[in-house]
């Protein structure tokens, strides 16, 4: 079966510290310092605010478990072109080149994660990949090995009726 997604005009801010939130558990768990920026006057959405604060609740987990040391996040949403991005951005151990078009594949799991043993199954990605499609946004992903990560999420502002 198919997820059914139900869409209401939102407040992307409103989702994004939604998610900050019911990540506070790994957060604190780990010492991770979060840094969120949400510029004013975001335009509205059309949004599944279950699903998609569950893409960027995935986003924030995978940040903080491939980071190494205390995690480091900055979370940020900005404006432009008509569009909303949403971005999360990690310190981490980043991801080879090789692997960047295959991380929103199911099951998919670089060799250097399985042989350093972090746990997970390889669905979390290919679940933002679908659920932001679903919103007609895409998603993309910027990382140097060793350095760290940047997930972007990226959806259509709502067309407000006058």
């Known amino acids: 079966g198919r997820r059914r997604y139900n869409f209401a005009e939102l407040e992307a801010g409103a989702i994004i510290r939604s998610a900050v ?9 780990s010492s991770a310092e ?37 995690p480091r996040l900055e979370i940020r949403a900005a404006n432009g072109n008509g569009r909303v991005s949403i971005a999360v951005k990690d310190h981490g151990i980043g991801i080879a080149e090789k692997d960047r078009t295959k991380i929103f594949e199911p ?8 042989d350093s043993q972090i746990s997970g199954n390889g669905l979390g ?32 502002a709502a067309a407000r009726k006058q």
């Open 34 to 70: 979060v840094a969120v920026d949400v510029a004013p006057s975001l335009p509205i959405i059309n949004a599944d605010s279950a699903a998609l604060s569950l893409a960027i609740q995935n986003l924030i987990n995978n940040a903080v478990k491939y980071s190494s040391g205390t």
């Open 107 to 114: 099951f998919f799991r670089s060799r250097e994660v399985v």
């Open 21 to 29: 939130e019911e990540c506070r558990g790994v957060i604190d768990a």
């Open 125 to 156: 990605l290919s679940l933002v990949k679908e659920i932001v499609a679903a919103h007609g946004g895409s998603v993309e992903v910027e990382s140097v090995p060793g350095k760290g990560s940047k997930f972007t999420i990226s959806l259509q």
